[in-house]
């Protein structure tokens, strides 16, 4: 294969095949701006080894992109049916920067190639480097994600539970269905793995959010409370990307999968046997 070829090819891998990684559900949590440093990189790299052709770079790299973006889509469609409405405006975005990265590289890698002095193998590598992320990123997003979800039920198992000590020794004090309301009460009578001040402020009440779980509690419902933990549910995640179970539990003491509403209140439901 011809290096001109070759670099074309390149080229196009890099730009075409780094939107996949953050398409696929569940993805991993990364910033998305992180998707245009492959197709910056190949784009000033291939006009350095195509010896300054960058109007030819840049045409590969937004016409890859294009189709990557496209085919990513097609081949990984989001489960969302909101968020699939939005497609034509994610794409349009997308390729307004990736239009700008790339010319902006595209001339910088013009000026570079008129130099004399460039390190050519090293441009070589970089640009293969920056082909094989897309795959390799993709090939470890399933296993990564699979690592991150075993991670959070962990700690999501914990934080659950010292927080169910937390309101029974809050419920059993003098005045303590009253005190259960009041998020710095529990916190004084709670030892597990951390809420953020803002989150004990509201967690009773309300939801909050801690290594990809929700945990909130009622704590008025009729002469009683349930606390609830499930995984983060939302966009290209879903609860898959962050956890797989779920914790209830009331002031029966007994454990529960999510909440339901039995007519009058609030309750832990079943677990699935």
Known sequence: MRKDTLVVVLTAAASGLCWWPALIEPSLDFPRW??????ALSTGLSTILSGGRWLRSL?????????????????????????SSYIPIIVAFAM??????????ALAGRFIAMSKANPRHAFWALLICCAASGPVALALTPPLVALRVARNDRIAEERFQALKRAVERTWSAPNG????????????NYSGPP?????????AGNYVTEDGYVFGIYCQEQGGYVIDASPV?????GGGGY??????????????????????????????S
């Open 96 to 105: 307004a920067a990736v239009t700008l990265v790339s010319l902006l590289t």
């Open 233 to 237: 549910i939302g966009g290209r995640y």
């Open 34 to 39: 992180l998707l245009l440093v492959p197709v």
């Open 59 to 83: 045409l590969v790299s937004v016409a890859a992109a294009f189709v990557g973006l496209c085919s990513g889509f097609a081949i990984f469609p989001p489960s969302d049916g909101i968020e």
């Open 177 to 188: 269905p009253a005190s259960v309301c009041n998020g710095l009460a529990l916190r004084r």
């Open 243 to 272: 956890g797989s179970r779920k914790f209830c539990t009331d002031e029966s003491g007994k454990i529960g999968c999510g909440v339901e509403w039995n007519r009058s209140r609030n309750a832990c439901a079943p677990c699935p």
């Open 195 to 203: 809420f953020s001040d803002q989150n004990w402020s509201r967690i």
